[in-house]
C-alpha cells in the first residue's frame, strides 16, 4: 500500500461588511426608523472569495484603467482628493459607467463568489426593545447589539467544513470590536455544534480592514447595495444581475411562512414580487 496523502489545509477566506444603520432613535429617544439619514433595514453581508489575491489583482487593474480613461477625467469621485473611487470602488460613490464595469468584473466566471446575507427590519427591532423595556427598565439599546446578533446569525452555518477561516471585517468607528466579534462567531460555531452535534476546532482569524486596504470589501460592498436597493428602494435590476453569486439570503422578520423568516437561494430566488406582501414594507 502507498503511503496515505498528505493533508491539505482547507482555508476559506470571508469579507463581511453592512448595508444601512443600526441606529433606532434619535439623541431625545425618538423612533427616527426609515426617516431622512436612518434606514428601514439593516443588512449584514458575507462575502466568500475562493482567491482573494486574483480578486484584488483584478480590481486594482480595473480601477487604475478607469482612473487613466479620459472620459472620466473631469468626474468629482474619481479625483484622488476627493479619497472616493481613486481609493477603492465604493457603489454608493462611484458613477454609474464604474458601477457597471465593477459588476462585470464581479460577475466574471474566474472569480467564485459565493454571497450570503441577513436582512432585518428595524420596525421589528424597536417592537423587541419596547418589550425588554417593559421587563427592564434599565435596559438601553446600542446598535453594536443588533451587529453582533446578525454576525452569530450569518455565520452559524459558515464555521464547521474547513480547517482554517480568515474573517475579514469592516472597521466600524474608532472603537477595537475584534474580542466582540470573535465571541459572536465561537457563539454562532458552539450553536451550530449544539444544534447538529458537529464539531470544529478550525482556526478563525478575525481581522479588521477598511475597502482601500482589501479588495474582498469593495467586493462586499458592491452586492449589499444591490440587495439594500431592493428593501429600500424597491428597485430589483441590481439584484437580478448579481444574483449568479447569492447564495442564500435570510429575511428574519418575513415571519408570514415561519417564525425564523424567510430564506432566498438559486433554487427560490428573491425579487421584487417576494416582498410585496410582506407586512409592513
Same mark, same amino acid.
Given at each position: 500500500?502507498?503511503?496515505?496523502?498528505?493533508?491539505?489545509?482547507?482555508?476559506?477566506?470571508?469579507?463581511?461588511?453592512?448595508?444601512?444603520?443600526?441606529?433606532?432613535?434619535?439623541?431625545?429617544?425618538?423612533?427616527?426608523?426609515?426617516?431622512?439619514?436612518?434606514?428601514?433595514?439593516?443588512?449584514?453581508?458575507?462575502?466568500?472569495?475562493?482567491?482573494?489575491?486574483? %480578486?484584488?489583482?483584478?480590481?486594482?487593474?480595473? *480601477?487604475?484603467?478607469?482612473?487613466?480613461? !479620459?472620459?472620466?477625467?473631469?468626474? !468629482?469621485?474619481?479625483?484622488?482628493?476627493?479619497? +472616493?473611487?481613486?481609493?477603492?470602488?465604493?457603489?454608493?460613490?462611484?458613477?454609474?459607467? @464604474?458601477?457597471?464595469?465593477?459588476?462585470? $468584473?464581479?460577475?466574471?466566471?474566474?472569480?467564485?463568489? *459565493?454571497?450570503?446575507? @441577513?436582512?432585518?427590519?428595524?420596525?421589528?427591532?424597536?417592537?423587541?426593545?419596547?418589550?425588554?423595556?417593559?421587563?427592564?427598565?434599565?435596559?438601553?439599546?446600542?446598535?453594536?447589539?443588533?451587529?453582533?446578533?446578525? @454576525?452569530?446569525? $450569518?455565520?452559524?452555518?459558515?464555521?464547521?467544513?474547513?480547517?482554517?477561516?480568515?474573517?475579514?471585517?469592516?472597521?466600524?468607528? +474608532?472603537?477595537?470590536?475584534?474580542?466582540?466579534?470573535?465571541?459572536?462567531?465561537?457563539?454562532?460555531?458552539?450553536?451550530?455544534? @449544539?444544534?447538529?452535534?458537529?464539531?470544529?476546532?478550525?482556526?478563525?482569524?478575525?481581522?479588521?480592514?477598511?475597502?482601500?486596504?482589501?479588495?474582498?470589501?469593495?467586493?462586499?460592498?458592491?452586492?449589499?447595495?444591490?440587495?439594500?436597493?431592493?428593501?429600500?428602494?424597491?428597485?430589483?435590476?441590481?439584484?437580478? %444581475? %448579481?444574483?449568479?453569486?447569492?447564495?442564500?439570503?435570510?429575511?428574519?422578520?418575513?415571519?408570514?411562512?415561519?417564525?425564523?423568516?424567510?430564506?432566498?437561494?438559486?433554487? +427560490? !430566488?428573491?425579487?421584487?414580487?417576494? %416582498?410585496?406582501?410582506? !407586512?409592513?414594507?
Amino acid at each position: 500500500m502507498g503511503k496515505p496523502g498528505k493533508h491539505v489545509t482547507s482555508v476559506r477566506h470571508y469579507f463581511v461588511d453592512e448595508a444601512g444603520d443600526g441606529t433606532l432613535f434619535n439623541g431625545r429617544g425618538r423612533i427616527i426608523v426609515g426617516t431622512e439619514g436612518c434606514s428601514r433595514f439593516f443588512i449584514l453581508g458575507l462575502l466568500d472569495v475562493a482567491n482573494p489575491d486574483a %480578486l484584488a489583482l483584478d480590481m486594482d487593474t480595473l *480601477r487604475a484603467d478607469l482612473l487613466a480613461d !479620459p472620459y472620466f477625467k473631469g468626474v !468629482p469621485s474619481m479625483q484622488p482628493e476627493a479619497r +472616493k473611487t481613486a481609493l477603492a470602488f465604493h457603489a454608493k460613490d462611484d458613477v454609474p459607467e @464604474v458601477r457597471r464595469e465593477v459588476f462585470k $468584473l464581479l460577475l466574471a466566471h474566474s472569480h467564485d463568489l *459565493r454571497f450570503f446575507a @441577513v436582512v432585518r427590519d428595524k420596525s421589528k427591532v424597536v417592537e423587541y426593545v419596547r418589550q425588554r423595556n417593559e421587563r427592564d427598565p434599565s435596559y438601553r439599546y446600542n446598535p453594536n447589539e443588533l451587529y453582533d446578533y446578525l @454576525v452569530r446569525r $450569518l455565520c452559524k452555518n459558515l464555521l464547521h467544513k474547513d480547517d482554517q477561516y480568515n474573517i475579514c471585517f469592516a472597521k466600524r468607528g +474608532k472603537s477595537d470590536r475584534t474580542a466582540a466579534l470573535r465571541t459572536a462567531l465561537e457563539t454562532a460555531r458552539h450553536r451550530f455544534c @449544539v444544534q447538529w452535534g458537529i464539531t470544529s476546532t478550525a482556526l478563525i482569524n478575525v481581522i479588521p480592514s477598511t475597502p482601500p486596504a482589501c479588495a474582498g470589501l469593495q467586493a462586499v460592498d458592491y452586492l449589499l447595495w444591490a440587495l439594500q436597493r431592493l428593501y429600500e428602494r424597491r428597485e430589483d435590476r441590481y439584484v437580478e %444581475l %448579481l444574483w449568479p453569486a447569492f447564495r442564500l439570503v435570510n429575511d428574519l422578520d418575513d415571519t408570514r411562512e415561519a417564525r425564523y423568516g424567510v430564506y432566498y437561494s438559486q433554487k +427560490k !430566488p428573491l425579487t421584487l414580487a417576494a %416582498l410585496e406582501n410582506v !407586512p409592513g414594507i
